[in-house]
């Protein structure tokens, strides 16, 4: 335990923060909504964004900072221990926050009648898992490619972005319907929502494996300054 706790404060706080400050985000923008008398399915949609998409772009911008953001990186570098498993338990850590509050998130809603989500636990596990692991996996190989805070972060909001303003032709596309981050928030579960849920998925992993392929010569992490 004292391990993951070391590893938490190595990711730094403001990484692991970021998770729950997206749910607070919703949450009050959830009740700035309902106070203002907007109807209830729309409220609980809001709600639902907010674990499908808040907190997926949280972890996302989480990962790029521990990746990226790392004061004793050439030390590690000359340890017996792998980088890769070192920056694996500190990315585990913020992933494994976001993934704790959304699978409570989502329960108390269930609870409070405020779900609109699909039935079954296991694919409300998909509506906020899928689309954090294709963005963090996104994320974090970028972050590994370019070693740019900024190129990693701006990659990040552009694709989050993009998808937010387009997702009536990306839902509507049959190319790119697959690859839609908000299809439960936006669309519902609809015909190919799975088939949508698991390419998410795939890519994530996909994205991940290849970065963490790249960290077996972790020095493509240094930039010219640490050079």
């Not at 590690?76 to 990315?91: E, F, I, N, V």
């Not at 329960?107 to 694919?123: I, K």
């Not at 299809?183 to 963490?212: H, M």
């Amino acid at each position: 335990m004292s391990l993951w706790r070391y590893e938490a404060r190595r990711a730094g706080w403001p990484a692991c923060l970021a998770p729950p400050a997206s749910l607070l985000v919703t949450l009050a923008l959830a009740a700035a909504g309902a106070a203002s008398g907007t109807p209830r399915p729309t409220v609980h949609s809001l709600l639902l964004s907010g674990v499908e998409a808040l907190v997926p772009l949280a972890a996302a911008t989480a990962a790029v900072t521990v990746v990226s953001v790392d004061r004793c990186r050439e030390l590690q570098l000359t340890l017996p221990a792998g980088y890769s498993w070192t920056l694996g338990r500190r990315l585990g850590v913020v992933a494994g926050i976001g993934a704790a509050l959304s699978v409570l998130f989502s329960a108390v809603l269930r609870l409070t009648g405020s779900w609109s989500g699909p039935d079954s636990p296991l694919a409300s596990a998909l509506v906020w898992a899928s689309p954090l692991l294709g963005l963090t996996g996104l994320a974090l190989l970028v972050a590994v490619l370019g070693r740019s805070v900024v190129l990693a972060t701006t990659t990040v909001a552009v694709v989050w972005l993009c998808q937010q303003l387009f997702a009536s032709a990306l839902v509507a596309g049959a190319w790119s319907r697959p690859f839609f981050l908000f299809l439960t928030s936006r669309a519902g579960v609809a015909d190919g929502w799975g088939t949508n849920r698991a390419v998410l998925a795939a890519c994530g992993v996909l994205f991940i494996t290849i970065a963490l392929l790249l960290l077996r010569r972790p020095e493509r992490l240094l930039t010219e300054e640490e050079v």
